[in-house]
């Protein structure tokens, strides 16, 4: 579950990068699986990106460094507060 998560990730970011750049697709997949991965190494087109495209690759570091199954499981898997009481008790000291 986790490999085909990673994957669309991938894909997902690397056809958004593809439509808002005019660079090669190579390239791209190369910067979104290293931001992925959180790995650091870059083709050195990152600074020529436009802000949505830097910003799209800041998300990816974040979900790479969080990981794709917390980061899903997060999103679905939201649990109201419990609504257990706590012991009371008296805390005598000296």
Not at 10 to 17: A, G
Not at 23 to 41: D, N, Q
Request: aromatic share 6%; hydrophobic share 45%; proline share 5%.
């Amino acid at each position: 579950a986790m490999t085909v998560v990673a994957l669309l990730s991938v894909l997902t970011c690397t056809t958004i990068l593809n439509t808002l750049e005019a660079k090669p697709y190579s390239a791209l997949l190369f910067e979104t699986i290293s931001a992925l991965g959180t790995v650091g190494l870059s083709k050195g087109i990152t600074p020529s990106l436009s802000p949505a495209s830097k910003t799209l690759l800041c998300l990816v570091m974040f979900a790479g460094r969080v990981g794709p199954l917390t980061l899903a499981s997060s999103l679905v898997f939201r649990t109201s507060r419990s609504t257990g009481r706590r012991p009371e008790g008296e805390v005598f000291l000296g």
